[in-house]
Every structure is written in C-alpha cells, then in structure tokens.
C-alpha cells in the first residue's frame, strides 16, 4: 500500500463548478499537508500548506484537512480554464522528507 | 519570489555518457533537493543536502550523485546515463527543517538514447 494515494483522473468539469480533489494516506504520523499545481511541462508550484486538522481559505481555494479519517482535500470553487493542470498532494512529518501523491490531473472546460 | 533555475529544459544524451544537470536558487535556501517525475509513480526524492558540502540519500540515488560546492548552487550528476533514468528532473529548495515549504524549477527533460 502506497503511504499516500491520489485518484489519477482526468477529472473533467465545466467552467464555474465547484472540483473537489483529494487523498488519502497512511501514515499517521503526518503532521504537515501541501497542495502543488503543476502546469504542463513546467515545474509544480505551491498552492496550500497547511499544518494539523481543519480548514484553510485562499482565494477561490479551500485546503481541509481531516487527520482522524487520514483524508485531505483542496476545493476549487468558480473553476476557470486556467486551472487546468495537475494538482499534487504531499505531506510530511519531522522527518526531513516529503511525501508526495502521483497527481490528478484536471480539465475545466468554457 | 522564490526562483529556481534550472540549466536546461530539455536534454539529449546518449548511454554512457556523464551528465550534468545544474539547479541555482536565488533566496538563500538551506535546502535542496533533487527529484524525479514519472508517470504513475510521482514525484521520487534522489537526493537532498542541508548545507554546503552536505549530501543525503534520497529513495532512488542509485546510478546518481550530487555536489553542493555553493549554497546557490546544486548539481545533480549522472556518472553514466542509462535509459532508465529517461525522465523529468526537478530541482527543488526550501528554508528550514523540517523543510517542507519547497520550491520548484522548470525540470529539465532528459532523454537517454
């Protein structure tokens, strides 16, 4: 079993809906949870970064974290074309690596 | 802004040959990192180093080997390229430990003929 696992997609949805993408894990020593957008052929960029339980808003993003079912998530609301890549989860401990997931790869379409 | 540079986007390169791939930061991190990115397997730690002249091991260093001589700076070296390390490298850097606010570069995409 892997110790973090991503759903690979391709997650397809209109303009202007609400994506929920996740993962899950293994490991529940993990104490620290990141998003990355990564555009093709370029490198992943930090989006979120969050630390223990709970929620975090930026802008059109929302990180939650559920450390008691091992389960994060990153909500996307009022998608744009624009978002289309492919979204990292990692986490980490402390430890001095991170873990990352294989990636979902989402289309938002006009 | 963070940036990270990496020398090249794209390489060709034939088996046998050494390899050099150069990763420069310009906001005075600790840490880097070497990855590599294939798909279905993600994103694989190859090696990392937390000072000048220090180096780690990664989960694949197998085949590969590192050189930190410039706190900017960090090589990642393919003593004798293979096709199986056919793939995306990315360079990465973060400040403070645990380091995991890490930043990327471009990646540079190998081939191995």
């Known amino acids: 079993q892997k110790e973090v696992e991503q759903d690979p997609g391709p997650l397809s949805v209109p303009e202007g809906a609400i994506v929920s993408l996740n993962c899950t894990y293994s490991?529940?020593?993990?104490?620290?949870f990141m998003w990355y957008r990564q555009y093709s052929r370029k490198g992943p960029e930090l989006l979120m970064y969050?630390?223990?339980?709970g929620n975090k808003e930026d802008g059109r993003f929302t990180a939650q974290v559920d450390k008691s079912s091992k389960y994060i998530s990153l909500f996307i609301r009022d998608s744009q074309p624009s978002d289309s890549a492919t979204y990292l989860c990692a986490m980490g401990h402390n430890t001095d690596k991170l873990i990352f997931g294989t990636g979902t790869r989402l289309q938002v379409f006009p | 802004d963070v940036k990270v540079t990496q020398s090249s986007r794209y390489l060709v390169k034939r088996t046998g040959e050494k390899v050099f791939l150069e990763c420069v930061q310009d906001m005075d991190h600790e840490n880097m990192f070497w990855y590599r990115q294939d798909p279905g397997l993600g994103l694989r730690l190859i090696y990392f180093s937390y000072d000048v002249k220090m180096k780690e091991k990664g989960d694949i260093p197998e085949g590969y080997s590192v050189s930190r001589e410039k706190k900017e700076r960090f090589s990642l070296i393919l003593e004798s390229a293979s096709t199986n390390q056919t793939s995306m490298y990315l360079c990465a850097s973060s400040q403070g430990r645990p380091p995991h606010e890490q930043y990327f570069g471009p990646g540079t995409r190998l081939t191995v003929t």
């Open positions: 490991n529940s020593a993990f104490q620290y």
């Open positions: 969050t630390y223990s339980s």
